[in-house]
């Protein structure tokens, strides 16, 4: 936790206080035990059951304890499950009061929601469609505060800006939950019935369906990371000198998508065509790849063939998407000097442009075996001397604007070695560094 800023801890600390709060009696209202171990239990299962299968949460068993019982009771059923279920990334028990914390500050606000707007009543002698409004707010309540506190967290743990923060996250947030209220609100009136909560946990069943069909689908798609991992692996292998720098052209592509304001899913897309963008030196003879030394043109003609092959072997990766074209596409310039296709301006795919700035920017910020590392401002100046010309300057302008806010903390350098304090150098070229060589991404034909 030292990691984690102090105004983080104090935000957090203030959640489960409040949460704490949240779970006190209400007065002259008995706690119905029953219903709410039943359905804790419930909930304590099959999120541990979705955990395991990277699934998810089971909003339906909360979202019906919200709408069958008082608030501080229903804040109870989220308890057992948040703090028991598996989190992904270390520090697990802060994590895992983390999310109890922020659980049943949602459950309460739903429950307390539902229950002001006569959502009960409306469930002992159902009357819909009335009784989905009561259920809709509530849901609106949990997306809300879920939505509210996540994005605070973010903003002070992970120093994401307070414009970005929220943007998207509620509406993203909405469509899954309202699909799980429906269950839940399904669950409570069988649960009333005179069916009685056995048959209520019928409702379940086609939620498993689904949860089953979404971990297959996760599966594919790690599978499909795993293979990505493995080319890039090969690659670093191959290609010795430039080890690491496919991982922080990636980071560089999220920076500079992130500044443009694109979506989560499109950020995650461009980021493995950064990741990938030279998977094809697979296919280009080491010796040329390890040359110390300026190539001849026969040599370089060999080495711009890489894009081509990398667009052959990622072609049939369904899920990449537009990253493909990234691949084949990001070394072409705006003037129409780059290569396979030299393609000129708009025509030049928006991604292949995103990655071509992030490609020469850590090309020039890593040290090669022709030529030295530049200090990052020296390699900003380049990327802004070219802009228009080699680079999008909307590229440009959005990865300068990055790492105004941001900095470049690589882990590694291109050989591998723990990587110098580059964000904070002066401006300038380094003395007794060559002119740019072939492999270099500015100044002549980039690979």
Known sequence: MDAVPARARVYAAGVVLAALLCLRPL?????????????????AGSELVARSRSVGTCYPVLLAGAF???????????????????????????RRVWRAAQLTLAVWAAAYVHGRLGGRDALVDPDFPYALVPAGAAVLAFCLVLTLLDGGILALADHVPASRTWR????????????????????????????????????????????????????????HQAT????????????????????????????IARELGMDD???????????LHDVGKLGVPTRLLRKEGALTPEERRVIELHPEYGHEMVRGIRFLGEARAAVLHHHERLDGSGYPYGLVGDRI??????????????????????????PVAAAVEELQRCAGKQFDPRMVGALVRALGRHGWHPSVTADGTPAPPTATATPGRPRGEGAPDSRDSVGRRAV
Request: proline share 10%.
């Open 27 to 43: 007065p002259a209202t008995p706690t119905p035990w029953r219903a709410v171990l039943l359905l804790a239990g419930l909930y």
């Open 68 to 94: 069958l019982l008082p608030p501080p009771a229903a804040a109870l059923v989220a308890l057992p499950g948040a703090l028991l279920s598996p989190v992904p990334r270390r520090p697990s028990a802060p």
């Open 168 to 223: 998207g996250l509620f509406t993203r947030t909405l469509g899954p939950v309202a699909v799980h209220g429906l269950a839940g609100l399904m669950m409570a009136v069988l649960w009333r019935s005179p069916y009685g909560p056995v048959a209520a946990l019928l409702v379940l069943l086609p939620m498993c369906v689904a949860w089953w069909a979404f971990a297959q689908y996760h599966r594919e798609r790690a599978a």
């Open 228 to 255: 990505i991992r493995a080319l890039v692996q090969a690659v670093d292998i191959k290609d010795g000198y430039t080890r690491g720098h496919s991982e922080r052209v990636g980071r560089a592509t999220m920076m």
């Open 265 to 275: 899913e499109r950020v995650e897309t461009l980021r493995f065509a950064g990741i």
């Open 349 to 374: 795919p928006e991604s292949a442009r995103v990655v071509a700035v992030a490609d020469a920017f850590d090309a020039m910020t890593s040290t090669r075996s022709y030529r030295r590392a530049r």
